[in-house]
Nanobody
Framework: QVQLVESGGGLVQAGGSLRLSCEAS????????MGWFRQAPGKERAFVAA????????YYTDSVKSRFTISRDNAKNVVYLQMNSMTPEDTAVYYC????????????????WGQGTQVTVSS
């Protein structure tokens, strides 16, 4: 069982940066693949980025490649999402999730979810 709490959301201007954090509790965090998803108004929740349990492997949706970076600190039980060069299209509620798979990009592979944090990018 893994419990997840996101933080770091807020309002940022286009071109700016934000760093989201996801604090995890539970015995299986260090062996869990972790992911970030987002849900924009009126749209379905969508995959953003994932990282393997060791942090060695990462995977991104095309629209955020070269702008977003996912990382983790297993000693602190935290996973991060650094977001740079943000655009209004990045506006969404961002969710952290834990998977039992090494690296996954589908919601069905993530049984554990945080409550989400709002990110708003103004033009």
């Amino acid at each position: 069982q893994v419990q997840l709490v996101e933080s770091g959301g807020g309002l940022v201007q286009a071109g700016g940066s934000l760093r989201l954090s996801c604090e995890a509790s539970g015995r299986t965090f260090s062996s869990s693949g972790m992911g970030w998803f987002r849900q924009a108004p009126g749209k379905e929740r969508a995959f953003v980025a994932a990282i393997s349990w060791s942090g060695t492997n990462t995977y991104y949706t095309d629209s955020v490649k070269s702008r977003f970076t996912i990382s983790r600190d297993n000693a602190k039980n935290v996973v991060y999402l650094q977001m740079n060069s943000m655009t209004p299209e990045d506006t969404a509620v961002y969710y952290c999730a834990a998977s039992l798979r090494i690296l996954a990009d589908t919601m069905a592979d993530y049984p554990y979810w945080g409550q989400g944090t709002q990110v708003t990018v103004s033009s």
